[in-house]
């Protein structure tokens, strides 16, 4: 038996990732090693959701359901090594269905489980995803864990059908470009919404993600409840748990809405399809809810959407999260922590600007993230870091606040208005007055605590095996994958801007 088990470690190369050992030898075999940030986060998030659902379930008197422990269903499991993961490194699992529709990589995940020896945990699966998923709508996971290549929105309807009430959702979407706004028709085809070239266009494709799995889950009176919401490298991932009532349902009608953006300034504003009024009424949103032309430089706007304009975490969730990392071995657990304390800071509002473009459309030097920060809650406004972007500026001000703030920067580094254009946005915009008292002073809130604490809050794009590549490839030099994934790099440049943040 062992001299079997060594001349297969010899056949095949061997893979370390986390706990887990996978045996690769087979090119058509996919393993992505940037997607490690990906795979740690979602341990750790399944470990946390598991230790909440035990907590409820003990003080509801449940014990024999926690003891039961959970079922988990990776449909798209290629290597097997997300759910080897998840069997070795995360407790009160009861199995895990590891699925894939190529014969190929079911032979791989079955020699897989065998090597790591959690047969008595994982499972191999050969069936179509979806198939598999309906087949499963009365006996159903208590997870899904959905990290296809490119769109996932063809596996919801037969995700939020067969996931319990209260389970979780965990999906990846890989088509940025799509849901960045550089193909809105091909956007509106795959996830039935308008996308826009926005500076906020990743916090926007994971607001379009959220409104599509709602409207699935809706069809047969179930609501989510994004938990963490996450924009990282290539992807976003979302977290969302699922919970069946048909009351709830129907508010789903204030989270969702559209995106007006202008043509010129960019500046941003967002409407829900319906209110509640005070009387628990449902009211239609009254239009025009923007002008044609925009209030700040009189330049056409364009429409998207509809987007999820609900939370995008759960800041208990998120809270109880970060408690969870230190009883964890992960390997990028230093990126993880400076991502979700970035997260636990953001504000409950939707998009953000980005300070380099707000300067850049009356081309003007870019002041200090830290004074402009300070300017915002010297107005009596709140201030954020999406975790989206390192120079995002996510506030609850209006935009002619955010604009009073540019044109008072301005004045005191004034700009060669001659070389601008009559139509220009920008002659708008500093023609118009100053009906703010701006400050610059710096505000004691004005740098965040992740920051002062020179977290690993944004990554640098690392250069090898960056994106999704291609369908069943092994995107991995073994011999520097050490150095290429770069997953908890910390230079000395790490967390400085280009603004001087």
């Known amino acids: 038996m062992e001299q079997r088990a060594k001349k297969q470690k010899l056949d095949s190369t061997v893979i370390k990732e986390g706990e887990a050992e996978i045996l690769v030898d087979d090119v058509n075999v996919f393993y992505n090693p940037v997607q490690e940030f990906n795979r740690d986060l979602s341990a750790a998030v399944l470990a946390t959701y598991i230790k909440n659902r035990n907590e409820e379930l003990a003080r509801a008197n449940a ?59 994982v499972r191999a699966s050969h069936e179509d995803a979806q198939l598999l998923m309906y087949q499963r709508r009365r006996d159903k996971f208590n997870t899904i864990d959905l990290d296809p290549y490119g769109c996932p929105t063809i596996f919801l309807d037969g995700a939020v059908q067969c996931v319990t009430d209260g389970g979780m959702l965990m999906i990846t979407a890989t088509d940025m470009a799509v849901l960045a706004g550089n193909s809105p028709e091909t956007c509106y085809l795959k996830y039935g919404a308008i996308s826009l070239r926005s500076k ?73 399809l319906c209110y509640k009024n005070l009387s628990g009424v449902y009211k239609l949103t009254p ?15 364009h429409e998207g959407g509809p987007i999820w304009l609900g939370p995008l975490h759960d800041q208990r969730f998120v809270s109880c999260l970060l ?9 990028t ?23 380099d473009r707000l300067m850049s459309i009356i081309r003007c030097v870019t002041p200090p993230m830290l004074k402009f920060r300070s300017a915002l809650l010297n107005a009596g406004y709140r201030v954020s870091y999406s975790h989206a972007c390192k120079t995002s500026i996510k506030t609850n001000a209006p935009n002619n606040i955010i604009w009073d703030i540019v044109r008072t920067w301005e004045k005191a580094n004034p700009i060669k208005r001659d070389k601008l254009s009559n139509d220009s946005p920008a002659i708008k915009i ?25 977290l690993t809050r944004f990554q640098q794009n690392p250069a090898t095996n960056w994106g999704p590549g291609t369908r069943s490839r092994i995107r991995i030099d073994l011999e520097n994958s050490k150095k290429i994934k770069n997953q908890n790099k910390n230079s000395t440049n790490q967390n400085k801007s280009p603004i001087n943040d």
Not at 323 to 331: A, E, I, P, S
Not at 333 to 355: A, C, F, Q
């Open 63 to 121: 014990l024999e359901e926690e003891e039961k422990g959970i079922t988990l269903l990776e449909a798209l499991s290629a290597t097997g090594l997300r759910s080897i993961r998840y069997a070795k490194e995360v407790q009160g699992i009861k199995e895990i269905v590891a699925n894939d529709i190529s014969a190929k990589a079911v032979e791989s995940i079955k020699k897989n489980i065998k090597h790591n020896r959690v047969e008595n945990i």
């Open 200 to 272: 906020a266009c990743h916090e926007l494709a994971l607001r379009i993600l959220l409104q599509n799995i709602a409207s699935h889950a809706g069809r047969y009176g179930r609501y989510i409840v994004p938990i963490l919401s996450l924009s990282a490298d290539f992807y976003i991932r979302v977290f969302v748990q699922v919970f069946s009532s048909q009351i709830k349902c129907k508010e789903n009608a204030t989270k969702i809405g559209t995106i007006y953006q202008c043509t010129g300034c960019e500046s941003i504003n967002t409407r829900s």
């Open 287 to 301: 239009l025009p809810y923007v002008n044609q032309y925009c209030d700040i430089c009189h330049h056409k706007q």
């Open 323 to 331: 408690c969870n990392l230190g009883v964890m071995k992960l390997g």
């Open 333 to 355: 657990s230093k990126r993880i922590e400076g991502v979700l304390n970035v997260i636990h800071e953001e504000l409950d509002v939707p998009l953000y600007y980005t300070l």
């Open 430 to 454: 500093l023609d118009a007055p100053i009906t703010t008292n701006v400050s610059f002073t710096v505000h004691p809130l004005a740098n965040p605590v992740s920051r002062q604490n020179k």
